[in-house]
């Protein structure tokens, strides 16, 4: 598998980086992990706006989806080739709507359904093109899903948003890669249910058994060396930053 950043900016876009999009890859197969703000325009620096297999919402926090909305223009407005086949679309109920919503003014309530074939996620394991994810339920003010996606004996495990949950210590146990939010700062923020910090993202990776941590969603008013000093605290393995443009060979 292949994963590269494309946002990893948390809460909206910094100078740097949009928001939350990573894209995974294997056997010609792409899947998109989160669509934030300006995630789409990263996007096409990596493949084309046609080029995507699936995409899969952790949630419908707007740092996280409300690009489908610019996305939708691409596919149902196309001209050259004709209006794009429904693409498949895993995300938390009501995204349908929710981004019918957030688009305001869909030619009709079933527009969206025309170019994306939304299915609903809720905890299980299924399969996505070559993938077998597995999502679990974690803790946030709106329905959020981690999700793990294994292939070729590896695995990569990507946190969404949450606070500190052991559901996510059991999908992440013994993962390969584990992409975990760190956007708290630990002794600053302390919300339950809301995010994690540097610390808790360590301690996370630590009681899963993951062999290398990579912190993301970290907010522009987050010192991101802080939260990377304080998961070192916490995680003896490698640790780093997520950043635009990197990939990495799972």
């Known amino acids: 598998m292949k994963l590269t950043v494309v946002g990893c900016s948390g809460s909206f876009p910094s100078a740097e980086s949009a928001c939350s999009s990573y894209l995974v890859e294997a056997d010609g197969f ?3 992990l989160d ?3 300006g995630a789409l325009g990263e996007l096409q620096r990596h493949c084309g706006l046609y080029d995507l ?3 899969f919402l952790s949630h419908l926090h707007a740092d996280h989806c409300i690009d489908m909305c610019a ?3 691409a596919r149902y407005y196309r001209h050259d080739g004709g209006r794009c086949a ?6 938390p109920e009501g995204t349908e709507q929710r981004l019918t919503t957030a688009y305001a003014d869909t030619p009709s309530a079933s527009s969206m359904s025309e170019v994306f074939d939304f299915h609903t996620v809720k905890p299980s394991t299924f399969d996505i093109g070559p993938f077998t994810v597995h999502t679990e339920k974690v803790r946030h003010p709106v329905e959020a899903y981690a999700i793990r996606i294994e292939h070729g004996g590896r695995s990569l495990t990507y946190s969404g948003d949450t606070g500190v949950t052991g559901a996510l210590d059991e999908l992440a146990r ?3 890669l584990f992409l ?3 956007a ?3 002794g600053k923020e302390s919300i339950p249910d809301l995010h994690l910090n540097g610390r808790e993202a360590g301690e996370t990776a630590t009681r899963a058994g993951a062999r290398r941590l990579v912190l993301t969603h970290i907010p522009p008013w987050t010192d991101p060396q802080v939260n990377l000093a304080d998961a070192r605290e916490t995680f003896t393995g490698p640790v780093e930053l997520a950043a635009p443009r990197l990939s990495y060979e799972i």
Do not use: K, S
Request: glycine fraction near 8%; aromatic fraction near 14%.
């Open 53 to 55: 297999d699936a995409i």
């Open 71 to 73: 996305y939708f223009v």
């Open 174 to 176: 013994d993962t390969d």
């Open 180 to 182: 975990c939010e760190a």
């Open 30 to 32: 792409r899947l998109l």
């Open 86 to 91: 429904p693409i498949p679309v895993y995300g």
């Open 184 to 186: 708290f700062t630990h």
């Open 35 to 37: 669509m934030g703000n």
